[in-house]
């Protein structure tokens, strides 16, 4: 009999593991999904009612068929292109042919890769710019006491506050004479997630190098080891997950403020599409801005278990 129990008690703690991780997870989704039905139809707003999950699920199905009927087009586009450029070939071999770029609408799936694009330069710079602060103001006392009123002051400001002042930076620095790299609205969104999202990783860097191990560090100094090395082989690979854990952090935060930069700024990308559906007024809008919701935030939290599993790699734990 005890050897039964014994077999049977790893079976028990399997199944309540699943349930834990599973079964709790998909009966709140249950739950929230019968809620919303039930509640979505009794509010009514000024573009009609809040849309329900099967009208949301449409809505999205919607948006597809358009992407691809976009893509359809383009295809379309550069065969006639084609065709045009080599008649004109064959009737004059001089002829030099015209390539023209397709300049057809972007559409919901072109909004979330700029999106994506727009939030990925903002941290990256962000972090290039955070790391080397914050070692330094974990290495440093005095370091760490000039910049700390500066990061107090500016930690708290709102990416609404930032937006003008970039605006007006980037539209007096920005000038070219002939076609941009870049756009000046997305400049301005990636420096806005910029500004707003280098915090967390600055701040988690100077707390991972202020807890290194002292022994260690002692040591290298004993042994004399250049600054570049005990930075390397040292401060970095003690300090590796407090450094992602503000990575995770930064990038929620400009995942966030992006939404609110592309409204204002008026980048193509998530918020501007949201906005533009407010703006537009019809009858399919408010699903519209449902579907934008929830893939912001479907998109968050893919972007934060990458980090996890990206730290997961790089620091062994």
Not at 139 to 156: C, D, E, G, M, T
């Amino acid at each position: 009999m005890t050897a039964l129990m014994q077999r049977l008690l790893p079976i028990r703690m399997d199944g309540r593991k699943l349930l834990l991780n599973v079964g709790a997870p998909l009966a709140a989704l249950v739950l929230f999904l019968v809620l919303w039905s039930a509640v979505a139809a009794r509010i009514q707003t000024s573009l009609g009612a809040v849309p329900g999950p099967q009208a949301v699920v449409e809505q999205a199905q919607g948006l597809w068929s358009e992407h691809l009927a976009e893509r359809q087009r383009a295809v379309e586009f550069y065969e006639r292109q084609d065709k045009r450029n080599a008649q004109r070939l064959a009737e004059d071999p001089a002829y030099q042919p015209r390539h023209r770029q397709y300049t057809g609408k972007a559409t919901y799936f072109d909004q979330i890769r700029t999106s994506l694009l727009t939030v990925f330069t903002g941290f990256l710079l962000g972090t290039l710019i955070a790391v080397p602060l914050g070692i330094m103001a974990g290495a440093s006392r005095v370091v760490q006491a000039a910049i700390n009123p500066l990061v107090q002051i500016f930690r708290p400001v709102s990416p609404l506050a930032w937006l003008p002042i970039v605006t007006l930076v980037v539209s007096a620095l920005y000038v070219s004479q002939g076609e941009p790299m870049f756009e000046k609205s997305f400049l301005i969104s990636a420096i806005t997630v910029t500004l707003c999202s280098l915090w967390p990783t600055l701040i988690n860097t100077a707390i991972g190098v202020t807890s290194v191990d002292k022994e260690l560090v002692n040591v290298g100094r004993v042994l004399q080891l250049p600054l570049a090395t005990r930075v390397s082989k040292i401060i970095l690979p003690s300090a590796l997950p407090y450094i992602f854990t503000g990575m995770r952090l930064s990038l929620g935060v400009g995942w966030m403020v992006l939404i609110a930069a592309e409204m204002l700024a008026q980048n193509p990308g998530l918020g501007k599409f949201v906005w533009d559906e407010f703006q537009n007024g019809s009858s399919d809008s408010l699903g519209r801005i449902m579907v934008a919701v929830f893939t912001i935030g479907l998109i968050g939290f893919a972007l934060d278990r990458a980090m996890q599993l990206l730290q997961q790699l790089v620091t062994h734990r």
